[in-house]
């Protein structure tokens, strides 16, 4: 489900009906963390490669550059707007915040908001015409052994996190792509051994639904989308 400003929404829905062409890319940058930097899988399995790979099939002279690093957090990922904006991309997926949580007994949310905040507003004061896509992120692991109380810390501060993810990216005209409770989270086979990151499979869907987001929210089309249909 892709959260937005509705008045967002009712803009872009008119801009399509009245025949505007598709958004075309000639520059993708992914940031994030070890979910985007592909933790455990070859580069062309990362869901931001496979997504980057079927943007460049419709248009060959595509740049791309996966600034993503395992283990970040929102700190770091907010370092890494500045060799984004270098890039100059017209598109910027930016998912992070799991770490803040899952690395801290008492995670400090305002900051994340704070520093989520301070990328979307460098990303468009540097790019004024950039599409910016976020994510939230799954509050809770099936298959990551957690202890009870642990489980229960970082499921509230997901929970946490996940509402001023939500909240930012409409303040911001941001889409948001909402995966809680999305059906792939209780499939196994999309996740690696750890529990955790993304199997192969788990960023084959990932890449997918992403495709799906941009096509929604930006008119961008791609390979992906184009095989999934309208």
């Known amino acids: 489900m892709i959260v937005e400003d509705p008045f967002a929404a009712i803009a872009r829905h008119l801009r399509t009906m009245s025949g505007e062409q598709r958004r075309p890319v000639s520059c993708y940058v992914a940031l994030g963390d070890s979910f985007t930097a592909g933790s455990g899988c070859p580069p062309e399995e990362r869901w931001a490669d496979r997504f980057a790979a079927a943007l460049?099939?419709?248009?060959?002279?595509?740049?791309?550059?996966?600034?993503?690093?395992?283990?970040?957090?929102?700190?770091?990922?907010?370092?890494?707007?500045?060799?984004?904006?270098?890039?100059?991309?017209?598109?910027?997926?930016?998912?992070?915040?799991?770490?803040?949580?899952?690395?801290?007994?008492?995670?400090?949310?305002?900051?994340?908001?704070?520093?989520?905040?301070?990328?979307?507003?460098?990303?468009?004061?540097?790019?004024?015409?950039?599409?910016?896509?976020?994510a939230t992120a799954p509050e809770g692991w099936s298959f990551l052994e957690l202890g009870p109380r642990t489980?229960?810390?970082?499921?509230?501060?997901?929970q946490r996190l996940n509402q001023a993810t939500r909240s930012l990216a409409v303040r911001h005209d941001v889409p948001?792509?909402?995966?809680?409770?999305?059906?792939?989270?209780?499939?196994?086979?999309?996740?690696?051994?750890d529990g955790l990151h993304p199997s192969a499979d788990g960023h084959r869907q990932a890449a997918l639904e992403i495709a799906e987001a941009c096509r929604e929210s930006f008119g961008i089309e791609s390979e992906l989308t184009w095989r999934n249909g309208p």
């Open 56 to 134: 460049r099939r419709r248009d060959s002279g595509l740049a791309y550059r996966n600034l993503a690093e395992h283990g970040a957090t929102s700190e770091r990922v907010l370092a890494q707007v500045g060799p984004a904006v270098q890039m100059e991309p017209d598109l910027v997926t930016v998912i992070c915040g799991a770490n803040d949580v899952l690395f801290s007994v008492r995670p400090d949310v305002d900051g994340y908001a704070r520093r989520l905040g301070a990328i979307f507003d460098r990303l468009r004061a540097a790019l004024p015409g950039v599409a910016i896509l976020t």
């Open 151 to 158: 489980a229960t810390r970082v499921r509230n501060g997901i």
């Open 176 to 193: 948001c792509l909402d995966v809680v409770g999305h059906p792939g989270l209780d499939d196994e086979s999309n996740f690696a051994a």
